[in-house]
């Protein structure tokens, strides 16, 4: 049986809930996924490469559709909101960050606005929304003179941008912090999670680095072949479950400030084989 996390507020009605949402995907099955996300929870989806991670982001969007079971947004079939509702609901920050034309900075992010007919706060709302994602000082200049970390926080500001006056809102990024500076990465870390506080806004996030995941988000997913193996708590009582998921070990340390972090130890052939019998059996 999977693990599951029970928010503190069953009794609300959701942001997001799938049931028994799965689909397939050259012949491969996802799922089936039962979630429910609350307002302001934060949620990182962890997981191996190719264990199906931006499979399930997309389910969550409604970029593609459960073959059986549903996901619904609001309350409602996530299917049947028209384009310009999921625009004012939802925002999606997908892993690339590239834009066909030589578009300026202020206009990229200010797409995030494009379905809304009258906008009189956009010019505000981009400049603020740039500010959070600490690309001010980017305005002015042309997307495709910028380097990758750059467009990151460029493309992270338009979905702060499209969710800025909406509340509460879903916000689904994925891989938002790979290939980015340490400092960089706590900083668009902490731009996140005080988006998503400050507009109630859920907020999942596809990672690849378990510590972000235990520092910043407060509940992980873990996805592998496919299926949901785990939904708990992010805290260092994660530690076995993530050695089982990713076929490592994992040893607890302590920073300066109090926080856990995880070090990955290589295994043993023995010890790999049993972890993974511990996770199947976990996931049955």
Not at 216 to 245: N, T, W, Y
Not at 262 to 281: C, D, H, W
Request: aromatic residues 4%.
């Amino acid at each position: 049986m999977t693990t599951t996390f029970s928010t503190s507020a069953e009794s609300e009605q959701p942001i997001l809930q799938t049931q028994g949402a799965s689909l397939r995907l050259g012949g491969r099955l996802f799922g089936a996924f039962d979630l429910r996300l609350q307002a302001a929870e934060r949620i990182a989806i962890l997981g191996p490469s190719g264990a199906g991670k931006s499979t399930l982001l997309k389910l969550l969007a409604g970029d593609l559709r459960a073959h059986s079971g549903s996901v619904q947004l609001q309350g409602q079939d996530i299917h049947t909101h028209t384009l310009a509702e999921l625009s004012r609901l939802r925002a999606v920050l997908p892993q690339s960050h590239d834009v066909a034309f030589a578009l300026p900075v202020e206009l990229v992010i200010a797409l995030g606005r494009s379905a809304r007919r009258y906008d009189p706060q956009q010019k505000t709302i981009v400049e603020q929304a740039a500010s959070l994602a600490c690309a001010a000082h980017l305005l002015g200049r042309s997307f495709n003179t910028l380097s990758g970390g750059e467009k990151a926080r460029v493309q992270l500001a338009r979905v702060f941008a499209q969710l800025w006056d909406a509340q509460p809102g879903l916000l689904l990024v994925d891989e938002p912090l790979a290939a980015l500076d340490p400092g960089l990465q706590f900083d668009l870390a902490d731009a996140m999670a005080s988006f998503a506080q400050r507009g109630g806004h859920a907020l999942i996030a596809v990672l690849h680095d378990v510590n972000q995941a235990l520092q910043h988000f407060e509940r992980l997913l873990l996805v592998k072949d496919g299926q949901l193996m785990a939904d708990v708590p992010s805290s260092p009582d994660a530690a076995e479950l993530l050695g089982q998921l990713y076929g490592v070990g994992f040893s607890c340390a302590s920073n300066a400030h109090g926080q856990t972090l995880l070090i990955a130890q290589r295994r043993s052939p023995s010890q790999l084989e049993r972890a993974s019998a511990e996770l199947e059996a976990l996931a049955a």
